[in-house]
């Protein structure tokens, strides 16, 4: 069965650097999403991105967050310069054909940052 | 906005016992209804989902059936395993911007003791 995959499975970076998450989402989908879970918390949508350009965005995805598909088959997260309150789970996400809410988003195992 | 109430956790049963899991919601529209199970380690699975009212998903013995007139999706299990002891997320699949985004509660742990 396809799956989203993520790497790396786990990062530790120093406060004040820069991280590169990334993802390969499902091949045939379209929507492309990024979530974060801090320690103990809920999962918080971050961004969506369709069609190369983000769809949405909330109020966590500042200035420091960015994403891009580099390629046909990347969609990365990065962090320009990491804060210690950026410690969390990022799961990427992605669905398939037209985006709208009937669509399951399937998750990849996500990648663990812990910022020093 | 989209918001999603489950009871916290901990969730500590014996083998065999009855599971349900409480979860409310609140959002404009008609939105989907989804479980995602997350076993210690590892990411988020969907474990089953409901796009209308009065829709049961079922899956793994699971289910849960899209409550309108409740705003209710709660989560329901006859007999749990060892193997079931997992954090369990109720969520929806809203619009937003003519796009979807998924709103997740706090998460309930399920610890199922032999």
């Known amino acids: 069965e396809p799956e989203v995959t993520q790497t790396p499975s786990h990062q530790v970076t120093q406060m004040g650097q820069e991280v590169i998450l990334r993802c390969v989402p499902i091949?045939?989908?379209?929507?492309f999403y990024w979530y974060r879970q801090i320690l103990g918390q809920k999962v918080e949508f971050l961004v969506s991105?369709?069609?190369?350009?983000?769809?949405?965005k909330s109020e966590i995805f500042d200035d420091q967050f960015s994403v891009e598909r580099p390629d046909g088959s990347n969609f990365t997260l990065k962090i320009r310069s990491t804060k210690l309150e950026d410690s969390a789970m990022y799961f990427c996400?992605?669905?398939?054909?037209?985006?709208?809410?009937?669509?399951?988003?399937?998750f990849g195992p996500g990648t663990r940052l812990l910022v020093l | 906005g989209d918001s999603v109430t489950q009871m916290e956790g901990p969730v500590t049963l014996s083998e065999e016992a009855f599971l349900t899991i409480n979860c409310t919601y609140t959002?404009?529209?008609?939105?989907?209804l989804f479980w995602y199970v997350q076993y210690p380690g590892e990411g988020l699975q969907l474990l089953l989902k409901?796009?209308?009212?009065?829709d049961k998903g079922s899956n793994k013995g699971f289910e849960a059936t899209y409550r309108k007139e409740t705003t209710s999706f709660h989560l329901e299990k006859g007999s749990v395993q060892v193997s079931d002891s997992a954090v369990y997320f109720c969520?929806?699949?809203?619009?937003?911007?003519?796009?979807?985004?998924?709103?997740f509660g706090i998460g309930t742990k399920l610890q199922v003791i032999p």
């Open positions: 959002a404009t529209g008609y939105p989907s």
């Open positions: 991105f369709y069609n190369n350009e983000i769809s949405e």
């Open positions: 091949s045939n989908h379209l929507y």
């Open positions: 969520a929806l699949g809203g619009l937003s911007g003519g796009y979807q985004k998924v709103t």
């Open positions: 996400a992605s669905t398939g054909t037209s985006g709208g809410y009937r669509e399951t988003q399937y």
């Open positions: 409901a796009t209308k009212a009065d």
